[in-house]
């Protein structure tokens, strides 16, 4: 009962103290609503810089959430896009900013017409636990090059690594500026509750229903990026050793821990167990063991991992076959399995798996594969391995994603010149690159008037004059 006291109380000094620092941070950003392209980039370097200088003590730390995760799956996957993605956003940030030149219709001259890119204010970031610097820092470039003040709710799942990223944000920003929250779920709750000017969310579309709920009550407009079951076709042509390569690196990387990691695959029926032993031995060979293998990521904590077993009791109960590729493992490394025979009724069909599990569902057709995702939610990505041409035209002329890897999987995302962002269920709205900036600005219309001549005098009552029915005769045919 005590504990039940002091974590309420706990719980609700946080709350207060977010809210005081939401209202400081607005103020601060009336102080300097438009900061300059130079302000910007010394922003965007300075977070750079305690990246780039304390990236040791970042993977050490995501490790330690993870209870395992290779430093080289680390750097791929939270470092390099991180730097990378500010690298692009500082060199083209003052090409963005310049107002963009309408044109004037003929009816309205003289005049000019311009667009500004001008920061929305206060941006929220609520950030999810499995690339827990990678999809904090994201958002946090593109709003910052924006010219925006910005809060993150970092998860609680990753402890270890969001304090040690507040403590990094803290000694190069004031928190005026940028800040981290911390907290449990009443704090995320209360977070979306908060009237930011944009508020981007990164999770399970479930939770994003709740956020999107709660931003409405404010009218703030939201990024949702969601997930969902994102599919993945074999083509009737595919190399099928090669396609396993490709497709494999995708789903193992992180454990599946990944928003657009292949959740199913679609088979040709006369090619499926010729994937299920190019399978086996792909992930076999990425990871010949992982009782102790240093290269195989962990499931995050005891929940998520229980959550993934309870898929597979489920569907062994409702008649699939399950093929476990290891044998042993230890802690929270679940070892990868191909799911055959599935079926609607099974929750593994359900929900977006989130971990090393891999639904195979066999297709006679081309058409009968898409029909098979065109029945379900649109997901955040979807993946076709093949080189046949007329195939890959249909597949992305008859179905609808966030995005498409053609021959790949998860790397449409580290492309810095490409929106990422989802459809439908599997979320709302684009972030990186050149569409962060303009998700995180607001576009304002300027129509700009000379004060020596007002061409507009004539439409002007009263009505029925002959100069205004000459105007009607020129302009209205």
Same mark, same amino acid.
């Given at each position: 009962?005590?504990?039940?006291?002091?974590?309420?109380?706990?719980?609700?000094?946080?709350?207060?103290?977010?809210?005081?620092?939401?209202?400081?941070?607005?103020?601060?950003?009336?102080?300097?609503?438009?900061?300059?392209?130079?302000?910007?980039?010394?922003?965007?370097?300075?977070?750079?810089?305690?990246?780039?200088?304390?990236?040791?003590?970042?993977?050490?730390?995501?490790?330690?959430?993870?209870?395992?995760?290779?430093?080289?799956?680390?750097?791929?996957?939270?470092?390099?896009?991180?730097?990378?993605?500010?690298?692009?956003?500082?060199?083209?940030?003052?090409?963005?900013?310049?107002?963009?030149?309408?044109?004037?219709?003929?009816?309205?001259?003289?005049?000019?017409?311009?667009?500004?890119?001008?920061?929305?204010?206060?941006?929220?970031?609520?950030?999810?636990?499995?690339?827990?610097?990678?999809?904090?820092?994201?958002?946090?470039?593109?709003?910052?090059?924006?010219?925006?003040?910005?809060?993150?709710?970092?998860?609680?799942?990753?402890?270890?690594?969001?304090?040690?990223?507040?403590?990094?944000?803290?000694?190069?920003?004031?928190?005026?500026?940028?800040?981290?929250?911390?907290?449990?779920?009443?704090?995320?709750?209360?977070?979306?509750?908060?009237?930011?000017?944009?508020?981007?969310?990164?999770?399970?579309?479930?939770?994003?229903?709740?956020?999107?709920?709660?931003?409405?009550?404010?009218?703030?407009?939201?990024?949702?990026?969601?997930?969902?079951?994102?599919?993945?076709?074999?083509?009737?042509?595919?190399?099928?050793?090669?396609?396993?390569?490709?497709?494999?690196?995708?789903?193992?990387?992180?454990?599946?821990?990944?928003?657009?990691?292949?959740?199913?695959?679609?088979?040709?029926?006369?090619?499926?167990?010729?994937?299920?032993?190019?399978?086996?031995?792909?992930?076999?060979?990425?990871?010949?063991?992982?009782?102790?293998?240093?290269?195989?990521?962990?499931? /995050? *904590?005891? =929940?998520?991992?229980?959550?993934?077993?309870? @898929?597979?009791?489920?569907? +062994?109960?409702?008649?699939?076959? !399950?093929?476990?590729?290891?044998?042993?493992?230890?802690?929270?490394?679940?070892?990868?399995?191909?799911?055959?025979?599935?079926?609607?009724?099974?929750?593994?069909?359900?929900?977006?798996?989130?971990?090393?599990?891999?639904?195979?569902?066999?297709?006679?057709?081309?058409?009968?594969?898409?029909?098979? /995702? *065109?029945? =379900?939610?649109?997901?955040?990505?979807?993946? @076709?391995?093949?080189?046949? +041409?007329?195939?890959?035209?249909? !597949?992305?002329?008859?179905?609808?994603?966030?995005?498409?890897?053609?021959?790949?999987?998860?790397?449409?995302?580290?492309?810095?010149?490409?929106?990422?962002?989802?459809?439908?269920?599997?979320?709302?709205?684009?972030?990186?690159?050149?569409?962060?900036?303009?998700?995180?600005?607001?576009?304002?219309? /300027?129509?700009?008037?000379?004060?020596?001549?007002?061409?507009?005098?004539?439409?002007?009552?009263?009505?029925?004059?002959?100069?205004?029915?000459?105007?009607?005769?020129?302009?209205?045919?």
């Amino acid at each position: 009962m005590v504990a039940d006291v002091a974590y309420l109380q706990d719980a609700q000094h946080a709350l207060e103290h977010m809210n005081s620092q939401f209202q400081a941070m607005r103020s601060a950003y009336r102080a300097n609503p438009m900061p300059s392209a130079d302000e910007r980039r010394a922003h965007l370097a300075k977070l750079r810089k305690v990246l780039f200088d304390n990236q040791d003590a970042l993977i050490e730390a995501m490790r330690a959430d993870f209870s395992n995760r290779a430093r080289e799956e680390s750097l791929l996957a939270e470092i390099m896009p991180s730097l990378h993605g500010i690298d692009y956003v500082s060199k083209r940030l003052k090409k963005w900013m310049k107002p963009s030149r309408r044109s004037v219709g003929l009816a309205f001259q003289p005049a000019s017409a311009r667009v500004m890119y001008q920061p929305k204010g206060l941006v929220g970031v609520i950030v999810p636990w499995n690339y827990p610097l990678y999809l904090a820092v994201g958002p946090l470039a593109g709003a910052l090059a924006a010219g925006n003040r910005v809060m993150l709710k970092m998860s609680e799942f990753t402890p270890a690594t969001s304090q040690l990223f507040k403590e990094l944000i803290a000694q190069v920003f004031d928190e005026k500026h940028v800040c981290v929250v911390l907290g449990e779920a009443e704090v995320g709750a209360g977070f979306s509750k908060l009237p930011f000017d944009h508020l981007l969310f990164t999770g399970s579309t479930a939770v994003g229903r709740h956020v999107m709920r709660a931003a409405a009550d404010n009218l703030t407009p939201v990024t949702l990026e969601l997930g969902g079951k994102s599919p993945a076709i074999i083509g009737t042509d595919a190399n099928m050793a090669d396609a396993a390569e490709r497709m494999g690196f995708g789903k193992a990387m992180n454990a599946g821990q990944t928003c657009v990691a292949p959740d199913y695959v679609l088979v040709p029926r006369d090619r499926q167990q010729e994937f299920v032993e190019a399978w086996k031995q792909q992930i076999c060979t990425f990871y010949p063991e992982i009782e102790t293998n240093p290269d195989y990521t962990a499931i /995050i *904590n005891e =929940r998520q991992l229980a959550r993934l077993q309870g @898929y597979l009791t489920d569907a +062994k109960d409702k008649g699939a076959e !399950v093929i476990a590729l290891h044998k042993n493992c230890q802690g929270r490394r679940l070892q990868h399995h191909l799911v055959l025979n599935v079926n609607d009724d099974m929750k593994i069909m359900q929900d977006e798996i989130f971990g090393p599990l891999l639904p195979v569902i066999p297709y006679d057709s081309l058409e009968q594969a898409v029909n098979f /995702i *065109n029945d =379900r939610d649109r997901p955040l990505a979807l993946y @076709y391995f093949g080189g046949n +041409k007329q195939e890959q035209t249909y !597949v992305l002329e008859h179905t609808h994603s966030g995005g498409v890897c053609i021959n790949d999987a998860l790397l449409h995302v580290a492309q810095d010149d490409m929106p990422f962002g989802g459809v439908g269920p599997s979320g709302m709205g684009h972030y990186h690159g050149h569409e962060g900036f303009k998700t995180f600005s607001h576009a304002k219309s /300027i129509y700009d008037k000379p004060t020596w001549y007002n061409g507009a005098k004539p439409i002007y009552p009263p009505y029925g004059t002959a100069l205004q029915k000459l105007v009607f005769k020129l302009f209205i045919r």
